[in-house]
């Protein structure tokens, strides 16, 4: 019996051990993406953000070409800015389930889902300055919402890790929230003929 229980004993470690190994191979799947797709800046302004490009133009494509591409309804055989999103949500969600991720890859996960949504919202706002149609703005507002809701998780994990990078992510906060209200001064509230209007719709589901 006392074989037998250290054998469930070293499965159950070696199991652990395997779990934290994958989250900390999401963490990095989602930092060169980021790297890649995206830009090394987040801080700042939708607008600011949206005109970023990746270190990987030649293979994502950026947000402001995103944009130029969708109003005149052509292809790209380059990733689409909505697959990345969809990526980096796949990649949080893995680290997030993981019981033993740590805070440091968890705090990967909610940076993750904040570029996920922010990165849909700089392809609505480039559409809304290249068409100049007010949905796609009020469009851009709502995803820039549900991406300062995911830095507000983000900083709750350093808070409850303690971790040393704190108050430059609340810094960062203070930013995104005065990002969001600028947007929201300039299109809300939408009327209802608006609100009815045909958008972008990011794709739901990777290819």
């Known amino acids: 019996m006392r074989r037998l229980a250290l054998l469930v004993a070293h499965l159950c470690l070696a199991v652990g051990l395997a779990g934290a190994e994958s989250a900390a191979t999401h963490a990095r799947a989602i930092t060169q993406l980021l790297a890649d797709a995206v830009g090394p800046h987040s801080a700042g302004f939708l607008g600011q953000y949206a005109e970023q490009a990746g270190t990987a133009p030649d293979r994502f494509e950026p947000f402001t070409e995103a944009a130029r591409r969708l109003a005149a309804g052509g292809n790209s ?44 919202a700089a ?27 995911a830095w507000r998780d983000l900083v709750a994990v350093a808070e409850a890790a303690r971790l040393p990078e704190l108050d430059a992510l609340r810094a960062d906060l203070r930013h995104f929230e005065a990002s969001f209200k600028e947007l929201e001064e300039q299109c809300c509230p939408p009327d209802d003929a608006i609100l009815r209007e045909r958008v972008w719709q990011p794709a739901t589901q990777l290819p």
Request: glycine share 0%; charged share 30%.
């Open 123 to 149: 392809v609505h706002y480039n559409l809304f300055k290249r068409t100049l149609r007010l949905a796609e703005l009020v469009a851009a507002t709502y995803r820039e919402k549900d991406a300062v809701a």
């Open 77 to 120: 055989p380059r990733q689409a800015p909505d697959i990345t999103a969809l990526q980096l949500e796949r990649h949080a969600r893995a680290i997030l389930s993981a019981a033993d991720a740590s805070a440091a890859e968890r705090l990967a996960a909610h940076r993750a889902r904040f570029h996920a949504r922010r990165i849909v």
